[in-house]
Each structure stands twice: as C-alpha cells, then as structure tokens.
C-alpha cells in the first residue's frame, strides 16, 4: 500500500514546491502585460515595457549602476581569489589555516553587520560614499565565493601536472598559464558568475555604502515601492528572468566543454 | 625513432630532507642505450635520485653527469631528459591529441610538423582512435600510453620512468611492462627504471641497482643480483631464501669445476656444509649460508639422497596452483623453506601433505655465500 502512496505523495510535495518557487515569477511575468495599474486583470497591453524603455530615466541608470559594480567588484574578487586558492594551497604556513577561516567569515557574518561595520570604516577614513564604496564593499563579500570555488576545484588538482610541464619544456610561468590556470578555469568561472549574481542581488550591503546618485537597481526598486509597485518593475524583472536563465543556460553548454577533465 | 640515448653518471649524490637521509653518497654509472632499473623498498631513495636527474631536486652534494656534461644547474625543461610519472600526471584539460603535442608545441614545431609527429606517436603506442578523448575517459593503460608518447615526443636522450605501472591491475603490469621492454627497443634511448617490485625489475633490466635507506647495496646484472647477493639485505629483498649465518671453516680450490669449495659451520642447521664460491674465504669469517627455497629438492620420506641431505616433516604446505611452498622442519630443529613446481603429476607420485615426513636436498654450487659480517645476538 505505501509503496502506492509514496510517490503520489512526493509527486504533490514537488508540485507544491514548484508552485511556491514559481508563482510569484508567474504572477510577476503575467501582471507586466496588465494593462490596469492595480493588481486586477483589465486586459493585456505592453504600455509598461514602452515606459521600462522610453520614460524610465532613473531606472537605467540604477541598472547600469549595477551592471558596473557587478563587472568591476566580481571580476577583482575572482581575481584576489584566485590568487589567494593557489597562494594558500602552494605555501603553507603557520597561519594559513587562521586566513583560510577568516576568508569565510563575509559569508557568515550577517549582511547587516557587514554593511554597518563598513559604514564605519569607510567614514572613519573619510572615503565619501558613492560607486567606489559599494565596489569595495561587493568586492569584499564576493571574495569568500571566488576563493571557495577555486579552492575547491584545487583540491582536485594534481601537482604532479606541474611538474609534468616542467618536465616537457614549460619553465615556471608557463607552467602556470599552461597547466594551472586552464584545470581551475571552471572553478574561477563559476566563481565569477556567483559573485555577479550575489552582487546584483545584494540590497542591505549596499544599502549602508551607497552615496548619493549611486543607488544600484535593488535600492531603486526599494525607494520607488515608497509610491506603490510600478508595474514597470514587473516589466524589467521579467527581461531579468529570461536573460538570467539565457545566461545560466550558456553557461552549462561552457561548462560541458571542461566535464570530460578530470 | 631512434633516439641516441645518453650515459649517465651519479657521482657521490648526497641528499637530505631535514634530518631524513634520502641518499647517502651514491655513485652509479649508466651505460648509453640501457634498461636500468633502481629497485628498493619505499622509502629507499630511489625516487628521490630519479627526481635529482630530472631536476625535481638538487643534490646536497655530487654530481650527475649527462654525457660527460652536468646537468645540475639546468633546470628541469632544459634537461635532455624525459619522465614518465606514477600517476601519469596526464593534462586533464588537454586531449590525448593535446597532451601529446604539449612538448611540442614549446618546441616551437610547425602545426603541419606537429601534427605529423602526434599521429606518429599516437600510432606508435597505439591509441589510433582515441586521439580526441579527454585523460578521464581513458583506462589506466591508456592514460600510460598517452604518458609515454608524451614523454617520447621530444626525442628525450633518456626517459625517466617512476614506478610507471604501479597504479594498475597485476594482469595489465604484465603486458605493458612487455610493451615497455618492445618500446625501449625500438627508441634505443636510456631507459631509468624506478620500481619497488623485484620481478619487474628482474626481467627487463639490462642492469639495475638495489637500495635501502638511502644507499645503493649492490649494482649488476639481474643473474649477478639474483644468483649472488652481496648484501644480506639484497639477498632478502630479491626473491626468498633460507639465510643462516655461518661461520668459514676452510676454502679449497676444485680444479675440474674451476671453483672454490668453500666449508661452512651453520650452527642453525647444525651441520657443516659445503657451498662453491668465486675465491677463497679466510678461515674463521662470519657470514651467512644462503640457499634459495626453489633450489632445494624435496622427496617425500626418509629417504637417503647423498651427502648434505636433511630430514623433517612438513611445517606448513602452501599449494599455490602451479607450485608449492612447504615449511620444512627438520630433525635439528630448523626451518628450511622449499618450492616446488608442479610439472608433470602422474611422475611425482604421492603428494606430500601436512605432517609428512620428507627429505631434502641441494647441491652444493646452488647455494652461496652473503659477505655479510653477523654478531652475536645479545
């Protein structure tokens, strides 16, 4: 009898959870084609995406905002990162253990406690709030992420590669273009593209550090719900959407390419 | 494909790592052209002298001399030698294609050149349809084959081979270790050798070297190592033996064999025997009797078979399909280990079981002498 039930029941328990994760995109997706404003159905209509893409100055400019940090803050992290994954797992010393740990702690450490404590920082060193500070802040907490994928994938990592190039002519540098850098190439890719999205998705961070004009498009989506919901934010999260899921998708198909190593 | 294979020379290589002695002042000379193993336990240092030659590390002291020449202040991608890894160390990034043609490609080959020597290489360890494959979805023998193609593609004077067959199954040892042997025949380049397992070494080594705890015992032939050891630990690493010490009572000279027979005090087997040596041995030196357990031969009963003959009972038989191992106990109380080949069974009559009484015996110019001082047990 159980066995009967069993996976009628899971197959509900799925069906439950995709809905929770799900609806509200739906709903979201399918209000930006209202034509009403409020959040009864009058009829379809694309009036909110011709003021996304013709009378929604600010809105741009937020999202260009985020795009700039996003690009600068996640590619300095996968950089540092990157960097810091190799150094530590080549020399270890004595407090290599104490760094690895304290490269961890953005990632526990509660957001609010990150954006208040930078707050502090920047304004003790007198550093005027703007897209600078919220590049560094970004940068910051991106860091554990990149350095985490990296790490992990150089754990994979067989050294005797290293010395395999050596061997078959490659001096130090070339060693490490050459052999390193392509096996951990997936790990700093996905590291990037994590960081880009904890980046663009970050509201209480960058809450604390942005100036102003530097608003990024969470904080913009924030100040403007103060009027009511536009339904032009519908519009622009259902582009987001379908370029994110474009973008994650393409992402695979790269990926795939590296699945036969190991 | 013919390489010209270098000679290479270890002169007083001393290497410490902390207060580990790795090597020990060891000096070795290798012919051009020659399968040279260094065989040993782990540990031995064997690896540590490969690493030194391929300049993974530098010497605390001596010389290795490539052709005459050292080699010690080039580094490893300057050196004119190649190495085959362990854990073959395959590029898992590249194809079989690209990690061949990865020395290559540093060497400055034209692509039409190059592609040229990859397919020539790929044919010639026969990996012919698999050129696209990445290392994971290769076999352990293929992923050596692709090792060694890679380590072959630079035309090396010597290729450094560390326990390259040590990461597969028994079965597949067999069969590339015989393709190894093939492939050093047709390169004609130097080969160096690093194993920890004596009978890979003992049958395709032209010469090989027996270390422990980082000093080299004994160099030679395989036939020279096996048949005299000059060190009680080769002659219990290399193959079994029954090894007791012994003290010389006289030496005289056998003129119809042309050798030394010399007499020996084994209190162990309570008997004074007789072994053949090279030389002479002083009267009254300490060393060891040694004969090896497949040279000892074992009828069941007491039977008398000549002069030197001993009698027991069976200890312990182990039947290991083609032969058999008895533990012989005998009437002075030692313990003579004896292997035997199944050859022929109807000829051999009965089988000799557990608690049988046996004789055994050997002759004289089977076993040999270890010049190997023993002290007094205190």
Redesign the interface.
Known sequence: MRKVHAPRFSQLCLFFVMLFLFMPLIVVAAYSFNSGHGMTWQGFSLQWYEELFTSSHDLWRAFWNSIIIALTSSLTATVIGSAAAIGLKWWSFKLSGYIKVATYLPMILPDVIIGISMLIFFSSINLPLGMFTIYAAHTTFNLPFTYLLVDSRLDEF?F??I?????????RK?AML??VV??I?PGVLSGFLMAITMSIEDFVITFFVSGPGSATLPLYVYSSIRYGVSPVINALSLILILASMALAFIFRRFLKS?A??? | MQGKGSAISIQHITKSFGSFKALDDVSLDIAPGEFFSLLGPSGCGKTTLLRII???EEPDQGEVLFDGTSVLRL???KRPC??V???F??????SVRGNIA??LK??GLGKEEREERVDELIRFVELTGHDN?????LSGGQKQRVAIA??L??EPDVLLLDEPLSALDAKLRQSLLVELDEIHDKVGITFIYVTHDQGEALSVSDHMAIFNEGRLLQAGTPYEIYESPSTLFTASFIGEGNIFPCTALSSRWDEEDDEWIITVDVPALGRTLEVTDWGPVEDGRRLYFSIRPEKVRIVAGDVDLGPGCFHGIVDEPVYAGYQSKFYVKTDEGATIRVLKSHTTYLEEGPGIEWKDRVSVIWRPADGYLVKEEWHEET
């Open positions: 067989d005797s590669t010395e395999a190039a050596r061997d078959l002519g490659e001096d070339g050459r052999v392509p096996s190439m590296f036969a190593s190991a | 391929a300049g993974f580094p490893p991608e190649n190495m890894f362990q854990n160390a395959l590029f898992p990034h590249l990865f020395p540093r060497k494959k990445k290392p994971g979805q890679r380590a593609a630079c």
